[in-house]
Nanobody, 114 residues
């Protein structure tokens, strides 16, 4: 059974940083394309960053030079380092793995507010 568990969300002031984690069980991250998505209230879920199975990284324009995805294959965990956070980054953040189907985590809330 595949399970993705996100953590690391919270409340942060504008300009602050957070690191999200996504721990996987039942599937090996390094074999598949993975990604982080987010969904703000009243909006559709949108791609934040995706990594192909070959390691090609694609960031959404609105997070380039601020967010960084990384992966620890030994821990089967991926991370999203978020710097210079803005109020418009407030959303529930989800990790995903794309194998024969798409698996989603439960989401972690990120709130950027003073």
């Amino acid at each position: 059974q595949v399970q993705l568990v996100e953590s690391g969300g919270g409340l942060v002031q504008p300009g602050g940083s957070l690191r999200l984690s996504c721990a996987a069980s039942g599937i090996i991250f390094s074999l598949y394309a993975v990604g982080w998505y987010r969904q703000a209230p009243g909006k559709q879920r949108e791609l934040v960053v995706a990594v192909s199975s070959g390691g090609i990284i694609n960031y959404a324009d609105f997070v380039k030079d601020r967010f960084t995805i990384s992966r620890d294959n030994a821990k089967n965990t991926m991370y999203l380092q978020m710097n210079s956070l803005k109020p418009e980054d407030t959303a529930v953040y989800y990790c995903a793995v794309f194998s024969v189907r798409t698996y989603w985590g439960q989401g972690t809330q990120v709130t950027v507010s003073s």
